[in-house]
């Protein structure tokens, strides 16, 4: 599906905001190793969570959906053999996740794969903390990468070092994992750690289930023998879905008010409202509600977005009208996600005719007059998002496999054309 976007004068909406991608994996996960009945109100019901919900279908955990609520039978780790392999299309949360779950099969093997996007991406570092542990699993193709198979065994839990340096995804499925572990697992990540408060984002599920997880300097300390326990919680809003609908105001002017976003939510990706203040909005947070007003004239910004890189691609559209240079850092892990972010990002805002730098781990952005450009979205669900909205501003935006927002924000460009209403 490909979709042009038409310029607006100016943003004047309310929106309610999409439920969180991150909370409802870590919600699922946790209700699937749980004993019992658990419920996860206002979830995201969108690709990566039939895919999720799909294979854990298949490891014999039960779930019913309903458009708001999920109702989910946990197993308390105790999974059984799936008759087929696994596939997780390009959620990198749920292969990796499910990665490190699948020791707690009964017996035997199990096979994990995803789409050629998702076979790029890596998986060793996680591979090799499970075999530190006595799990044994591999990379099929020897590579790093999916497809990969874990046999059944108990892992022994004990000192982990983790690499960190590319993904939290591997800490965040052994922290599911270790509370099953034979003895107390303490792991130990890399001083390079990418994305920290989304490893955070899980302990903070793991606590809201009943397993206790305590720090330990920069190490994480999961006591063996604990249970995760059924409950009923509420997904929150997602700053990061909602992201390129925030910003709106600064290129066009006006104000949007979003519902349903949480001011004491955990999700690293709440950064986009100090980015939006720092680039010349007015952002007011109620207990659920933001609302952003601009006057449409963006400034440049110097940011790390080690913790948040999902909002690079917002933030660069943003500083490619902004009248000055601006720097983002902290990125070199953005060429593992769901594209070569990096490389996505950079060459999309030069067919746009704007300077674009990479560095290793940057970004460097020469603001100016973008041109409108037809855009490839390298089926990557935050750049499509990220770019529509340079359509609100520059003439002749076209956005190719524009379907790719299934996977986090099925209702995204329906929303995108209330914005100016």
Do not use: W
Not at 237 to 257: C, E, H, N, Q, R
Not at 267 to 277: E, G, S, T, V
């Amino acid at each position: 599906m490909d979709l042009k976007i038409n310029p607006i004068q100016e943003v004047n909406a309310v929106l309610e905001a999409v439920p969180s991608k991150a909370e409802t994996l870590r919600a699922l996960f946790c209700a699937s190793l749980a004993d019992g009945v658990s419920r996860i109100q206002k979830p995201l019901i969108a690709e990566d969570q039939f895919l999720c919900l799909k294979a854990l279908e298949a490891l014999g955990v039960h779930s019913t959906v309903k458009a708001s609520a999920l109702r989910v039978q946990g197993l308390g780790g105790r999974f059984q053999v799936p008759e087929d392999k696994l596939f997780l299309g390009n959620s990198g949360f749920g292969l990796r996740c499910l990665t490190a779950l699948s020791c707690l099969v009964s017996e035997g093997r199990v096979t994990l794969d995803g789409s050629k996007e998702m076979r790029r991406r890596p998986v060793a570092e996680l591979l090799a903390a499970l075999n530190a542990q006595g799990v044994k699993a591999a990379s099929l193709k020897a590579n790093g990468c999916p497809p990969v198979q874990v046999a059944a065994g108990r892992p022994a839990g004990g000192i982990l070092s983790v690499d960190c340096s590319r993904s939290s995804q591997f800490l965040s499925g052994l922290l599911l994992l270790a509370p099953f572990a034979g003895q107390d697992t303490e792991l130990v990540p890399s001083a390079k750690f990418s994305s920290r408060p989304f490893a955070d984002l899980t302990i903070d599920f793991l606590q809201k289930f009943g397993v206790a997880c305590t720090a330990t300097g920069k190490n994480l300390v999961v006591p063996a023998g604990q249970r995760f326990k059924k409950t009923t919680l509420r997904v929150g809003g997602d700053f990061s879905g909602m992201s390129a609908l925030l910003a709106a105001p600064i290129l066009t002017g006006g104000k949007i008010v979003v519902k349903g976003l949480c001011k004491d939510s955990l999700q690293p990706d709440r950064f986009i409202l100090d980015a939006l203040r720092r680039m010349g909005a007015q952002v007011h947070m109620t207990t659920e509600s933001v609302r952003v007003e601009a006057n449409g004239t963006p400034h440049p910004l110097e940011a790390d977005f080690n913790a948040c890189p999902d909002l690079v691609p917002t933030v660069a559209v943003l500083a490619a009208f902004a009248s000055g240079k601006s720097r983002l850092t902290g990125i070199a892990h953005l060429q593992f996600k769901e594209s070569n972010r990096l490389n996505a990002v950079a060459r999309e805002l030069k067919r746009m005719g704007i300077t674009a730098r990479k560095g290793s781990d940057s970004l460097e952005i020469i603001g100016g007059r973008p041109r409108g450009a037809t855009i490839q979205t390298y089926n990557d669900h935050r750049i499509a998002m990220a770019f529509a909205l340079a359509g609100l501003k520059a003439k002749g935006m076209k956005i190719l496999g524009a379907h790719c927002v299934e996977k986090s924000f099925p209702r995204f460009f329906e929303e995108l054309a209330r914005v100016g209403r």
